[in-house]
């Protein structure tokens, strides 16, 4: 594929901070890990990799504002456009050796993302998408699945956790899924999980109280991919509500009414 200057910045970027994510995963245990919040764990790491991530950026666009997971909002000299990155995107999962985690970078122009990258250097895999270019995984186009029917799917969701409310509405949206389907995962990386949606590897994937950092790239590789996706009103909110319901036509607007069943029909 040919990417275009913009987006090679990008990869850059993403694939620099992975090899220093890679470097400290083989040396999990060693990992000064300090408390952000209940369950919220932040290592040197993922501040190692979002340092990485600004100092590459900045060089490449210096105008460029930011909001980042750590550093939180940079403003910038041009308006139009900003960075939304998440450097470790499943902490969780990297502090406990589990090799699905990610670089997240996506660009914002005038309020729509028209570039991302989704990396996961455990397994060495490169999400890559440009508005109108399509979505790629180390250069192979991808398509989301094909299948029409919730009865033939495996989707994915986020489980909230310690410090995470909403327990006893998740439970109730998952099991009007599960009566639905075949099967259900939970990954531990949603930029992963619209990733794999993207690639058909799951049929749909949702998940709410996220951060837009979360969900932005992954949000544009599921389109570029021929995916649709929405906020759990059906609506383009995603990166202000922090609810996201991916999948393919069929299936997106099949799970975003099963995960919506009103009270009485549960």
């Keep these: 594929m040919a990417r275009s200057a913009l987006l090679n910045v990008m990869v850059q970027a993403a694939m620099k901070a992975g090899r220093s994510l890679s470097r400290d995963f083989g040396e999990v245990q060693n990992l000064q890990v300090s408390m952000k919040g209940p369950g919220d764990y932040v290592s040197q790491a993922d501040r190692k990799a979002e340092e990485i991530v600004f100092t590459e950026l900045s060089k490449a666009r210096p105008g460029y504002a930011f909001l980042m997971e750590e550093r939180g909002a940079v403003e910038g000299e041009d308006a139009q456009h900003r960075w939304l990155v998440d450097p470790l995107d499943g902490t969780t999962n990297f502090l406990h050796g589990i090799p699905i985690f990610s670089v997240s970078i996506a660009l914002e122009r005038q309020g729509q ?5 989704v990396y996961n250097p455990a397994m060495d895999e490169l999400y890559t998408a440009e508005r109108g270019g399509g979505a790629f995984l180390n250069d192979r186009r991808l398509r989301v699945a094909g299948r029409s029917k919730l009865t033939d799917a495996v989707i994915g969701c986020g489980v909230p956790h310690l410090g995470r409310g909403q327990h006893g509405n998740f439970l109730i949206e998952l099991r009007n899924v599960m009566a ?14 619209l990733a794999y949606v993207a690639a058909g590897r799951m049929d749909g994937f949702w998940e709410t109280r996220l951060s837009s950092w979360d969900i932005a790239a992954g949000i544009l590789l599921v389109r570029e991919a021929g995916g649709f996706v929405s906020d759990m009103d059906g609506g383009q909110g995603m990166l202000d ?13 099949a799970l975003l009414k099963t995960v919506k069943k009103p009270l009485a029909s549960r």
């Design 241 to 253: 509500s922090g609810e996201v319901v991916a999948g393919n036509e069929l299936i997106q607007r």
């Design 113 to 117: 993302i028209v570039a991302s990258v």
């Design 180 to 193: 639905e389907v075949s099967g259900v995962r939970r990954l531990g990386s949603a930029a992963l999980d």
